[in-house]
């Protein structure tokens, strides 16, 4: 199970850090995807990182302004968030996989143990 924070409002330009904290068991051997869903829009995936940490994928709309990271002696994944648009307006959440590839890192069904998600609002 995993445990998203670092959600809230903030105005167009500004930052934010998910983080994605993994409880009963070890992140080591995972691939850790972060995934939103705004009302109304199908879960898509975000970002993406390899369980080395050496591979990482994103979403076009993101590139340049996110970046994930993890840290395995501390069991958590995190997702910084630049220049925030109101378009990333949605519930951010992550979730495991034991494998993924570039082709297929964005298909939910590949990955398990959803957190509760983290609530992300971009508006002035």
């Known amino acids: 199970q995993f445990v998203e924070s670092g959600g809230g409002l903030v105005q167009p330009g500004g930052s934010l850090r998910l983080s994605c904290a993994a409880s009963?068991?070890?992140?080591?051997?995972?691939?850790i995807g972060w995934f939103r869903q705004a009302p109304g829009k199908e879960r898509e995936g975000v970002s993406c990182i390899s369980n080395s940490g050496d591979s990482t994928y994103y979403l076009d709309s993101v590139k340049g302004r996110f970046t994930i990271s993890r840290d395995n002696a501390k069991n958590t994944v995190y997702l910084q968030m630049n220049n925030l648009k109101p378009e990333d307006t949605a519930v951010y959440y992550c979730?495991?996989?034991?494998?993924?590839?570039?082709?297929?890192?964005?298909?939910?069904?590949?990955?398990?143990?959803w957190g509760q998600g983290t609530q992300v609002t971009v508006s002035s």
């Open positions: 009963g068991f070890s992140l080591d051997y995972y691939n």
């Open positions: 979730a495991a996989s034991p494998l993924i590839s570039a082709a297929d890192w964005m298909v939910d069904v590949l990955y398990h143990s």
